[in-house]
């Protein structure tokens, strides 16, 4: 049985927490503590969030230096493309090729270097037939930033030599954690990244199915989607690896970011051939999508009635052309 004297103590020690809670002292521990606790809950909230905005606009700034790379390699002249890429492996620099090329109406980058390379201006739009050597992506880099002696044109991308240059490059891939920019020292182990920019390619698209030169620029519709955003491709930013529409995953931000996905909430990126980033909202069909992948789909739609409705973002031309 219980004392009686115990129930007595129960009201006691409720009555003694109660006139403590009346203490004004208490009360504005406990309301200041709460407010506390609210105030990091969305301190966290807004720093996650400034987080993610930061790294798309990190992530549009890459895409955009992409469609200009693009557009400069595709509208330089030959010969000082080839003198381009060629001082680029030698360290020197000649600066933006927007300020000093010779324009022409000129082809795409080939989605995969072959050895032997070509040499010379007759043989610039054609491809080895050997071992595959690098994709468009380092022919872009190569093109258009310089990579000094820290990278062989002439050898795999692989190769012991490129690896340890390659991967300070994040022109191609999302930045390190806490780290936004397209440069940075790697750690020892670190890996090559993987590629977030991929091409649309396969029979009648603008970079073609490698057997043909991928399409000159002034013969691609302004509609056409070049280059899609992924975000978990599975391959190295400078290995040969693209989407074929034969074989590509026809979804949207799926769960395995195989297809065209990104690591951002709500889209992803595209680049079209008149050089516009837009963001597309991860609600656009797959089927709308690929309305603009072949130059024959692009002339026939309107990207702005098909696309326009789901564009959450837009980066204007870079240039208008020669």
């Known amino acids: 049985m219980i004392p009686e004297h115990d129930s007595g103590l129960s009201t006691d ?23 506390i606790l609210a105030a990091s809950a969305v301190a966290i909230y807004l720093g996650r969030a400034a987080s993610q905005r930061r790294m798309r606009r ?51 980058p080939f989605t995969m270097r072959r050895e032997p390379l070509p040499r010379g201006s007759a043989s610039y739009t054609s491809n080895g037939d050997g071992e595959p050597l690098y994709s468009w992506r380092c022919t872009l880099l190569f093109f258009m930033a310089g990579v000094g002696d820290t990278v062989k044109l002439d050898e795999p991308w692989y190769s012991s030599v490129n690896t340890g ?41 603008a970079f073609g199915d490698m057997n043909e030169p991928p399409k000159l620029m002034r013969d691609l519709p302004p509609d056409i989607i070049l280059v899609v955003e992924v975000r978990a491709s599975g391959i190295p930013w400078p290995a040969p ?53 072949t130059i024959a789909d692009a002339r026939n739609h309107d990207r702005e009635k098909v696309l326009g409705p789901y564009a959450l973002d837009r980066v204007p031309k870079v240039r208008s052309g020669p």
């Not at 003694?16 to 709460?34: E, F, G, Y």
């Not at 469609?67 to 381009?84: C, F, K, M, N, V």
């Not at 600066?95 to 795409?108: E, F, I, P, Y």
């Not at 065209?260 to 990126?269: D, E, K, L, P, R």
């Open 13 to 35: 020690r409720s009555t003694a927490r109660c006139r403590a809670w009346r203490r004004p002292s208490v009360k504005w521990v406990c309301v200041l503590s709460i407010g």
């Open 58 to 108: 990190e992530t549009t700034q890459k895409f955009f230096w992409i469609a200009r790379g693009l557009e400069d390699y595709s509208y330089t002249d030959a010969t000082l493309a080839l003198e381009r890429l060629e001082s680029s492996s030698r360290g020197s620099s000649t600066g933006s090729l927007s300020q000093n090329a010779s324009w022409r109406d000129g082809h795409l």
């Open 165 to 205: 240059g390659l991967k300070r490059y994040r022109f191609f891939s999302y930045a390190k954690p806490g780290d936004f920019h397209s440069y940075s020292e790697p750690t020892a182990n670190e890996a090559v990244p993987d590629a977030i920019a991929l091409a649309i390619t396969g029979p009648g698209t």
């Open 241 to 293: 690896g693209d989407f074929d529409i034969r074989t590509m995953p026809q979804t949207i931000n799926a769960s395995d970011g195989k297809g065209i996905s990104s690591c951002h909430a709500g889209g992803f990126h595209v680049i079209f051939a008149d050089r516009q980033v837009w963001f597309l909202s991860e609600e656009v069909p797959f089927d709308l999508v690929k309305k603009f992948f």
